[in-house]
């Protein structure tokens, strides 16, 4: 038991570290686990009304700390343009390309496409090759 609440400490400890969790956020997954504990351990109304309260205490510091629409981040949008071509992190610029004019020549306004969906397809172009260009001049 001492070693899984070492690690449980160990992987909260890391995830503020890297700014994957803030600090304010840290006492809701507490009491959340304190009520799996105590679930697990046979107070199965206390801990199931532990983790109720700390989902409810979270979401809504969530919604606090981030507003009703959280931020996406550059890892995000990228991995979305690529679901939305249809191309991995792998692909070079011309696979992209590739899709690219496969993808805008079935949604072109021009050809019954929806306007929306190109300006969304260019976008998503634009992004992965400024993504590449970037990567292209990072010392390796």
């Known amino acids: 038991m001492a070693i899984l609440i070492t690690l449980i400490v160990a992987a909260l400890g890391w995830a503020v570290w890297k700014g994957k969790l803030s600090k304010k956020q840290l006492p809701p997954i507490l009491l959340g686990l304190a009520g799996g504990f105590l679930a697990a351990r046979g107070n199965l109304i206390i801990g199931v009304a532990a983790i109720g309260v700390a989902v409810t205490w979270y979401r809504g510091l969530t919604w606090r700390l981030f507003g009703t629409k959280a931020v996406q981040t550059d890892e995000y949008a990228a991995d979305k343009a690529r679901f939305m071509l249809g191309v991995s992190r792998f692909d070079n ?48």
């Open 93 to 140: 610029a011309e696979r992209i390309r590739e899709r690219h004019r496969a993808l805008i020549a079935k949604n072109h306004p021009d050809t019954g496409g929806n306007p929306e969906r190109a300006r969304e397809l260019n976008e998503a172009r634009d992004l992965l090759l400024r993504e590449l260009e970037t990567k292209a001049r990072e010392p390796r």
